[in-house]
């Protein structure tokens, strides 16, 4: 996935994470909804299904899987893959609660009432289908027949597209719709497949931007970066992307050791990240390296897979 789309994807999730804690005005918090188990497996193993949904909403009675939508042409694997939702059922969704940790909202999987899913896309994405062709018009519509569809745009609202969602009191509010802002905060919610791009980002404007370097800054390893983000990353993707940084000077390393420090020195690379990733791409900077160690030589590719 080019730097461009991951950046589009980036801020799709972003754009829902602000309207949940409510960046602007009130979120899904304030109304009671609680964000437990992010990309924990939801299944069916009776139908052979399995779902990963970024975000759930669970407010003690009803549950709403929430999915992102890929930028760009809306595809059939897409709707496929959506549309395994709609294959889970009450016991799926029951051992689903059992896997997340509901011991911080007070709440319990035994007053399970209804249970949905949506699915989330930019406003620019829906309309450009909306206004498109008929094969574009037409994935739309497909999509439609799985579940409701949720537009964010950026300085606009989280709002409801079509369909109803059993839980009327969350159909009523993204039927009026949630603001959120035109850019979200420090925190950058990595998607379900982590490409090299977007962890360099996570990395540069959650962890380093959002760190104190005024003393002797910051240290990171790759083994333990996914720790930061509550996220399984392999220790090369990790390694690889704070190499990247270290050779368009972000930060540092010693010879021979595996901690890279960031300083307040090294500060304005940090920060104009995305703007160095449009033109200075991982793959083609990391090339560059002669005989570098076993994990430097691996293609980024190893560590990325189609959503």
Same mark, same amino acid.
């Given at each position: 996935?080019?730097?461009?789309?991951?950046?589009?994807?980036?801020?799709?999730?972003?754009?829902?994470?602000?309207?949940?804690?409510?960046?602007?005005?009130?979120?899904?918090?304030?109304?009671?909804?609680?964000?437990?188990?992010?990309?924990?497996?939801?299944?069916?193993?009776?139908?052979?299904?399995?779902?990963?949904?970024?975000?759930?909403?669970?407010?003690?009675?009803?549950?709403?899987?929430?999915?992102?939508?890929?930028?760009?042409?809306?595809?059939?694997?897409?709707?496929? $893959?959506?549309?395994?939702?709609?294959? +889970?059922?009450?016991?799926?969704? @029951?051992?689903?609660?059992?896997?997340? /940790? %509901? !011991?911080?909202?007070?709440?319990?999987?035994?007053?399970?009432?209804?249970?949905?899913?949506?699915?989330?896309?930019?406003?620019?994405?829906?309309?450009?289908?909306?206004?498109?062709?008929?094969?574009?018009?037409?994935?739309?519509?497909?999509?439609?027949?799985?579940?409701?569809?949720?537009?964010?745009?950026?300085?606009?609202?989280?709002?409801?597209?079509?369909?109803?969602?059993?839980?009327?009191?969350?159909?009523?509010?993204?039927?009026?719709?949630?603001?959120?802002?035109?850019?979200?905060?420090?925190?950058?919610?990595?998607? $379900?497949?982590?490409?090299?791009?977007? +962890?360099?980002?996570?990395?540069? @404007?959650?962890?380093?931007?959002?760190? /104190? %370097? !005024?003393?002797?800054?910051?240290?990171?390893?790759?083994?333990?970066?996914?720790?930061?983000?509550?996220?399984?990353?392999?220790?090369?993707?990790?390694?690889?992307?704070?190499?990247?940084?270290?050779?368009?000077?972000?930060?540092?390393?010693?010879?021979?050791?595996?901690?890279?420090?960031?300083?307040?020195?090294?500060?304005?690379?940090?920060?104009?990240?995305?703007?160095?990733?449009?033109?200075?791409?991982?793959?083609?900077?990391?090339?560059?390296?002669?005989?570098?160690?076993?994990?430097?030589?691996?293609?980024?590719?190893?560590?990325?897979?189609?959503?």
């Amino acid at each position: 996935m080019e730097w461009e789309q991951q950046e589009a994807y980036l801020k799709i999730h972003n754009l829902f994470y602000s309207a949940v804690h409510g960046e602007v005005d009130q979120g899904l918090v304030d109304y009671g909804y609680r964000v437990p188990g992010e990309f924990t497996i939801a299944e069916n193993r009776k139908k052979g299904v399995r779902c990963q949904p970024p975000f759930t909403l669970y407010d003690n009675n009803n549950l709403i899987f929430v999915d992102i939508v890929k930028p760009g042409r809306i595809t059939a694997d897409t709707v496929t $893959r959506l549309s395994k939702y709609n294959n +889970l059922d009450r016991e799926s969704v @029951e051992n689903y609660l059992d896997r997340c /940790d %509901l !011991s911080s909202s007070g709440y319990s999987k035994n007053e399970l009432d209804n249970f949905d899913s949506c699915y989330v896309m930019s406003k620019r994405q829906y309309e450009s289908h909306l206004s498109g062709g008929p094969e574009l018009q037409e994935r739309l519509d497909d999509l439609k027949t799985e579940g409701s569809i949720i537009t964010a745009s950026p300085g606009g609202k989280l709002i409801k597209e079509n369909g109803g969602i059993h839980d009327s009191k969350i159909d009523q509010i993204l039927s009026q719709g949630i603001s959120i802002p035109n850019r979200t905060g420090k925190f950058v919610h990595l998607p $379900r497949t982590v490409y090299p791009e977007s +962890l360099t980002v996570a990395i540069c @404007e959650e962890i380093v931007a959002g760190s /104190d %370097l !005024s003393e002797t800054g910051i240290k990171l390893r790759g083994s333990t970066v996914g720790d930061h983000f509550g996220r399984e990353i392999e220790t090369d993707l990790g390694h690889r992307v704070l190499e990247y940084l270290r050779k368009i000077n972000a930060c540092r390393v010693k010879q021979g050791e595996s901690e890279y420090t960031f300083t307040k020195y090294n500060l304005d690379v940090v920060l104009s990240i995305r703007k160095r990733l449009a033109t200075d791409p991982i793959e083609e900077t990391l090339s560059d390296d002669v005989g570098g160690s076993s994990s430097q030589d691996m293609s980024l590719s190893d560590f990325t897979s189609s959503n």
